[in-house]
């Protein structure tokens, strides 16, 4: 079995049942047990073959990361450890699963063993809520080759890095996301451009020719998202070495997301995009009615689907200065095992199967990142899938990815705040209704009111 359903219905006297089974069936410890004599039959015991318990192994993922390739491999790792004595359950479930995690961990009835997806910015988050444990010393008694020396499978020593907490290694890579700027091919030639230019300065001239040659179509010539790690965030790693202060935390009241947030006023001011793309440009973007937009590569990977490889290319953004490096955001979404979890050994065998550099479920996840969300993170993966010359637009980001500031696992502390609070301020601002320096001053005055809410 590879997959069930059971952890949305589960209760305290489920829990209580499966631990008494696997009490009295010796599962925890996946060991060998001798079979029971029949009643009136003496030395039966002595007769009987000893059978095997085979524990069954829970982790969890959202469906959409299933999809993706974890289910697969998940069978494919099943096929490998059969007769081992543990078989792995990928259990799918919705958002808003942590409170009943919290409360496993606090009871200690936790129910899965692993986790494969946290996302970037929540990962802090999950550390201080203690759903989360240490893998250091699991990593260094681990019998799977790749676990003791990870940091050298990857393709770039940030990641390694980003995985880290308090000089500790809490998460597993599972995917990298770089974002790239994704476009209409066809609708830059029909604007009398080849490409991307290179600079900002040059690029508002691109988009005065798209809103003029599509007009009569009512293409929107940038589209903005409204979440602040993909577009806005990813421009703004273009105009700073590092958008990060020294706690990690987005350098929003610096000069260079002023002028970054005033280059976007006047590309509202302007036509150029508006705010009711701003609220959803995915959906716009798939009728055709959006021709540029900054997002992970799933941007790209929708507009291919549609309009076909030839008319939707990507790249990395542009610069402010020609001399200045190519930079963009790139984050770490990663998989993690449960504190207080019934088999941590087990749980995180099945993170650097699936996760990890090399093998059958580990080769059939990493192609499915690139059907859908992310790109691998070790250097013999990028290899096999990358440096064939199938994605330059992900040859461009990974090159980028040395100049670039993997997001910190700490920043996740601020983001959720940040996020929540800039936006209402940025649309007053670029509505006309205040400053860029009164909307940043108000955004900030909210994130530390909610910050001491949060230490009192």
């Known amino acids: 079995m590879t997959q069930a359903n059971r952890a949305s219905h589960l ?11 696997a009490a ?12 029971a004599a029949p009643a009136g039959e003496p030395g039966a015991a002595a007769d009987a073959a000893p059978s095997t318990a085979v524990e069954e192994v829970y982790a969890m993922t959202y469906t959409a990361f299933a999809d993706m390739g974890q289910r697969e491999a998940t069978e494919i790792l099943n096929e490998q450890v059969s ?3 543990v078989q792995y359950v990928l259990e799918e479930v919705a958002e808003g699963w942590e409170p009943k995690a919290v409360s496993m961990v606090r009871d200690d009835e936790m129910y899965w063993s692993a986790n494969g997806i946290a996302n970037a910015g929540l990962q802090w988050n999950y550390i201080q809520m203690g759903i989360v444990q240490p893998l250091d010393d699991l990593l260094a008694s681990s019998e799977i080759p790749w676990a003791e020396n990870m940091q050298e499978q990857y393709i770039a020593p940030n990641i390694y890095e980003a995985t880290q907490f308090d000089g500790q290694t809490y998460y597993v890579p599972m995917k990298l996301n770089i974002h790239l700027m994704g476009y209409r091919q066809d609708y830059l030639e029909r604007a009398g451009y080849d490409a991307i230019p290179e600079t900002w300065a040059e690029f508002e001239g691109l988009l005065e020719a798209l809103k003029t040659t599509l007009a009569d179509e009512q293409v929107v010539p940038f589209g903005a998202r409204k979440e602040m790690f993909r577009t806005l965030g990813t421009a703004f790693t273009t105009f700073v070495e590092n958008p990060y202060d020294e706690n990690n935390m987005l350098r929003i009241d610096s000069e260079e997301f002023l002028a970054c947030i005033r280059m976007f006023k006047d590309w509202f001011d302007a036509g150029y995009t508006n705010l009711e793309v701003l609220q959803d440009p995915v959906a716009d973007w798939q009728i055709g009615k959006v021709a540029i937009g900054i997002d992970s590569h799933s941007w790209i990977r929708i507009g291919r689907s ?14 402010v200065n020609p001399e200045d490096p190519p930079r963009t955001w790139a984050h770490l979404d990663s998989a993690f095992v449960f504190n207080n979890a019934p088999n941590p050994r087990a749980g995180l065998d099945w993170l650097l199967n699936v996760h990890g550099p090399e093998g059958a479920p580990a080769d059939r996840y990493w192609s499915g990142t690139l059907s859908f969300s992310g790109m691998p993170v070790h250097q013999n993966q990028y290899d096999r899938l990358i440096g064939t010359g199938e994605y330059p637009e992900l040859v461009k980001g990974y090159e980028a990815l040395p100049n670039s500031v993997l997001q910190p696992l700490e920043a996740g502390r601020f983001y959720p705040i940040i996020q929540a609070k800039i936006w209402p301020w940025l649309e007053r601002y670029w509505g006309n209704e205040v400053s ?3 909307a940043i001053e108000n955004t900030l005055a909210e994130i530390q009111e909610e910050l001491d809410n949060l230490v009192s």
Do not use: H
Not at 11 to 21: I, P, S, V, W
């Open 11 to 21: 209760t305290r006297r489920d829990f209580l049942r499966y631990a008494g089974l």
């Open 24 to 35: 009295a069936g010796g599962a925890l410890a996946g060991c060998a047990v001798p079979a």
């Open 83 to 85: 007769g081992s004595g």
């Open 306 to 319: 549609i309009w076909g490889t030839e008319n939707v290319q990507g790249t990395v953004p542009p610069k």
């Open 436 to 438: 860029a320096e009164v």
